[in-house]
Every structure is written in structure tokens, then in C-alpha cells.
């Protein structure tokens, strides 16, 4: 799981955002909770790191993130 989060930072580290975004979507879809709470998390913080109009994004990730990792 730390992996998925350590690939998504450097892309990030990169600016290689729609690669980023790509691969955490691919987790997402994943049936396997903790991928998703990692990818969440990565997707997250990718749109943190952009900033500009991510807000209401940052906030559904979480919500999401909250309910799988409760689950």
C-alpha cells in the first residue's frame, strides 16, 4: 500500500499530474479496500498540491477515504 503512495508522490514530484491521477484512479477501482483508502489518499494529495478549484475534489476524496477505511 505505502508503495502506491510512494509512486504517486513522485510523479507528483515530476508534474507528471495526469499520470499521477491515472494510477490512483486504477487503484480505486480496485476491489481491495486498503488500495483504495491509498489511492484516495495520493489522488488527495495530488490535488492539494495543484491547489487552484480542488476543493470541493479534496473534500469527496476524503468523505470516500473515511467510509472505506471505517468500513
Do not use: P, T, W
Amino acid at each position: 500500500m505505502e508503495s502506491l503512495y510512494k509512486e504517486v508522490e513522485q510523479l507528483v514530484l515530476q508534474n507528471e499530474f495526469v499520470e499521477a491521477k491515472k494510477l490512483c484512479q486504477k487503484y480505486i477501482g480496485s476491489l481491495d479496500e486498503n488500495l483504495k483508502y491509498d489511492a484516495l489518499r495520493g489522488l488527495f494529495s495530488i490535488y492539494n498540491y495543484i491547489g487552484s478549484g480542488s476543493v470541493e475534489i479534496q473534500r469527496k476524496c476524503l468523505e470516500m477515504s473515511k467510509k472505506i477505511r471505517h468500513r
